[in-house]
């Protein structure tokens, strides 16, 4: 459910209600939830997760149960600009991943990192910790790739609820952590499970994150391309495909208003 401060700024971009708000925003409507002790999921969804909502029932499901959906990839920013909606930019995983061990010192957030490769939620949160003194961790969980059995996932959300944690960080990739968390809503105590995907591996050293001139200059396809090309490639057809789908609908609607 969202609330009033996320409502007002909730748009459609090709089926998907987008929360084109600013990391201000998230930062404090997540601490407002701590405070009233509320439960909630943020999904952060780019051009392919849409392509994979429109034909993924699971997927979609799990993506409109989200509290927030926010605006991950230059793909999203352009659309939204194209259909004249008010934006504040891109809010990415992995920064939001920065962004909020920051702020969140100040109220002693413990975050807890579930997901990745073996070893890689440990060293994410061994270089976290580094670059942000005083941060709690509450604990590391890298689950195995396989369907969980029910007794196994039991015992998994009492380990992660013991430790009392605020965030729950979550990369599995998409469709998996969207699915997982919405699984999961209601059985977690922690404040938010926020889907950050690559992120554990950009913060944990595991893969290159984009130097942030690539970044801003939304150039982080160009990057993925050289560096981790397989992955790209299968990202690239989602967001051509999404790139198509905004301009024919962009088309249309203009054609209607000529009429």
Not at 70 to 82: C, E, Q, T
Not at 196 to 206: I, K, L, P, T
Not at 231 to 248: D, E, I, N, P, Q
């Amino acid at each position: 459910m969202k609330d009033k401060a996320v409502r007002a700024r909730c748009f459609d971009i090709l089926g998907v209600r987008f929360d084109l708000i600013s990391f201000d925003v998230v930062l404090e409507t997540i601490e407002r939830w701590r405070q009233h002790y509320k439960r909630h999921y943020i999904a952060i969804t780019n051009p392919n997760s849409v392509m994979m909502c429109s034909h993924d029932t699971k997927m979609r499901k799990a993506t409109e149960m989200a509290s927030m959906i926010l605006p991950d990839g230059v793909g999203i920013v352009l659309a939204a600009s194209l259909l004249g909606y008010p934006h504040h930019g891109r809010v990415a995983g992995p920064i939001l991943m920065l962004k909020l061990c920051e702020w969140g010192r100040q109220y002693g957030y413990r975050h807890y990192f579930y997901g990745g490769a073996e070893g890689v939620a440990d060293k994410l949160a061994e270089r976290i910790s580094e670059m942000y003194p005083g941060l709690e961790v509450a604990g590391t969980y890298c689950p195995p790739f396989r369907p969980l059995l029910e007794e196994e996932d039991n015992r998994i959300v009492e380990k992660i609820n013991s430790t009392k944690p605020d965030i729950v960080w979550v990369g599995l990739g998409a469709p998996k952590q969207e699915i997982w968390m919405s699984e999961h809503i209601g059985r977690l105590t922690a404040t938010a499970m926020i889907g950050v995907g690559a992120a554990f591996d950009y913060h944990s050293g595991n893969a290159r994150w984009a130097p942030y001139w690539i970044q801003e200059h939304g150039l982080e396809w160009f990057h993925g391309l050289i560096y981790r090309p397989r992955r790209a490639a299968h990202k690239l057809w989602g967001t051509f495909l999404f790139a198509v789908k905004v301009s024919g609908f962009c088309i249309k609607r203009k054609s209607n208003k000529w009429l």
